[in-house]
């Protein structure tokens, strides 16, 4: 979809709202136009009368009329125009979230917080921006072509000599406008890593202390911000050329005019009501030209967002960002669909086949084959880079599969992202994502509670975190910071098991939850989960202690499984678990 149609979806959203913008400006230069021919009737008139009457004056009620509609339209138009504001950039921010949270895997290029910020605030706003000036561009429009038939009629030679070096000025703009679209297309992306950077340093502030590298990080910083300096005095410097050479142009058109009134004024086929109306209506007319460098420069940047946004949904067509959605931006908010179902108990998950490549040609995971029987425990192990991530990440439909089926008691699961959630299956990752909200929302995350909060309560008792809300100033109601930067690593660790857990899945997996928490406390945690009733378990890990629990252990070496059985007997055949047990 081109930039104009992307446009024009959006003035169709709510093509009244958007109206409302050009009602309000073409009353006000419509005001403009009466004024101008009321008193170029008044002070030609008043050339040829030397005495005042009440007549003259009566000239004046067409205009006060005027001036009473555009303040109402205007009171009314303002409300359309902040309404459009707000919905148009409301629904690209929506369409662009929505995407992002109900992706499949993660595909494209991977911005960081600070440039995702950029992205999401930013260009939507353009965007808009841009809608706002074609409603001024459209009254400014109809006043111009209203003006030059006036202007004409009233002396062609003149009219003729102003506008001629305008429209010139118009094919210099647009031939302008593919350097314009490159200054700000690099202006920006020199923003977006300043952003970028900013949101890392501020996350990262203890581990940059701890190593020492605060000059280099500052060093740094200032690298990047003198290559935006430098990239948006190249926008500004291009933009304000543009406009200068638009006014100089203009002035110069307007001086012309002066002076050729001058020379007709002397041959008297000029009275000082035309004087007055070419003078008068110059003004916005020259302002006409200036507003269509300016939209120009608008579209310019649009374009330029429409193009950055799209790099967040590299899957999807530029139509996503502007299908047309409801938006609750009044009254009551709807009522949140309950999230949780009826869960197929499982019985036996059959893996065949899985396969996955990283872009590039980097290796991943390769013909995996797997089997899990309810109330089991499989543990999948291997060195560093064996693999065990990415196994559970394609088979959660995280990471889009090259080959291989799954099934769940025996029928094909065609979608594994949408099938393998709640209350199917939970997922805990290796490094679990925190929210800077109460430790409460963080566990539920809009999981209905159930009466009583037995669900939470045991969530918690499971995970082990009872000693650690008690010890909380606020209990589960304990902001817990950015990325819960108040809590220890165990402690995030263990609130995440307790978000996985508060679902009650059939089927729980987990990435390496122990890696944070001391022996006595993993012990415990694996205890109460398995005495809470019959589990099913795929766990990442490399403990001992949990190993000798597994019903099944699995072997990865270079994506492949090496092995598959239990402990005891692998470690007599396994070589790369022989490996394994030596350096632990």
């Not at 890392?200 to 911000?225: D, K, M, N, R, T």
């Not at 589990?535 to 890990?541: A, E, K, M, P």
Request: net charge neutral; aromatic share 8%; proline share 4%.
């Amino acid at each position: 979809m081109t930039t104009l149609k992307s446009l024009w979806r959006l003035v169709r959203y709510k093509p009244l709202y958007f109206s409302c913008n050009s009602l309000v400006r073409i009353t006000m230069y419509m005001e403009r136009i009466v004024f101008g021919l009321i008193c170029q009737a008044f002070l030609n008139a008043l050339s040829t009368k030397h005495q005042l009457t009440p007549g003259f004056f009566m000239l004046f009620l067409p205009w006060l009329l005027v001036i009473a509609l555009r303040v109402g339209v205007y009171y009314a138009g303002m409300h359309g125009i902040i309404h459009f504001d707000f919905r148009a950039r409301a629904l690209i921010q929506y369409n662009l979230f929505q995407y992002l949270l109900n992706r499949v895997h993660g595909a494209g290029k991977a911005y960081s917080q600070g440039e995702n910020i950029s992205y999401i605030r930013d260009d939507p706003q353009y965007i808009v921006t841009m809608l706002t000036g074609i409603g001024n561009f459209i009254a400014l429009l109809l006043y111009s072509l209203t003006a030059l038939v006036i202007l004409l009629r009233t002396n062609v030679l003149i009219t003729l000599l102003v506008f001629l070096p305008l429209v010139v000025v118009l094919a210099l703009t647009r031939q302008a406008r593919k350097s314009l679209q490159r200054y700000r297309q690099l202006s920006r992306e020199a923003t977006t890593e300043v952003t970028g950077v900013i949101g890392e340093i501020f996350s990262s502030v203890q581990a940059i202390q701890v190593a020492g590298a605060e000059p280099h990080v500052i060093g740094h910083f200032q690298v990047l911000s003198a290559k935006r300096r430098q990239a948006m005095l190249l926008d500004q410097l291009f933009s304000t050329m543009l406009q200068t050479v638009t006014s100089n142009v203009s002035d110069i058109g307007t001086g012309l005019t002066l002076v050729l009134i001058a020379l007709l004024v002397n041959n008297g086929t000029l009275g000082p009501g035309d004087i007055f109306i070419f003078t008068y209506y110059l003004a916005l007319v020259t302002s006409f030209f200036n507003e269509a460098s300016s939209l120009l420069a608008s579209y310019a940047q649009a374009k330029v967002s429409f193009t950055r946004l799209e790099s967040l949904l590299p899957e999807a067509e530029r139509d996503t960002l502007v299908t047309h959605q409801p938006l609750s931006l009044q009254g009551d908010l709807p009522e949140i669909p309950p999230i949780k179902k009826q869960a197929m108990p499982l019985e036996c998950l059959e893996v065949h086949n899985l396969s996955y490549c990283y872009p590039g040609g980097e290796r991943g995971i390769e013909r995996i084959n797997l089997s899990l029987r309810r109330g089991t425990l499989t543990v999948i192990t291997g060195r560093i880079g064996a693999g065990k991530t990415t196994l559970l990440r394609t088979l959660l439909g995280l990471l889009p599969r090259a080959e291989g089926e799954l099934y769940w008691n025996g029928e094909l699961i065609a979608e594994p992202a949408h099938f393998f959630i709640p209350p199917q299956s939970a997922y805990t990752p290796q490094v679990p994502q925190l929210f800077s909200d109460p430790l409460r929302e963080n566990i539920l995350l809009g999981w209905p509670e159930q009466p009583g909060k037995q669900s939470l309560n045991k969530a918690i008792a499971t995970a082990v975190l009872e000693p650690d809300i008690a010890a909380l100033e606020q209990g589960l109601e304990t902001l817990v910071g950015t990325r819960g930067i108040k809590l220890s690593g165990g402690q995030i660790q263990r609130t995440a098991a307790a978000r996985m857990l508060v679902r009650e899945a059939e089927l729980l997996v987990f990435d390496d939850l122990s890696s944070a928490l001391d022996v006595a406390t993993e012990q415990l945690l694996w205890e109460r989960l398995f005495s809470g009733g019959e589990r099913t378990c795929l766990v990442v890990s490399h403990r001992p202690a949990l190993l000798e629990l597994a019903d099944q252990v699995i072997v990865l070496k270079d994506g492949r499984v090496e092995a598959t059985g239990p402990l005891g007997s692998l470690l007599e055949i396994c070589e790369e678990l022989q490996g394994i047990f030596n350096r632990i």
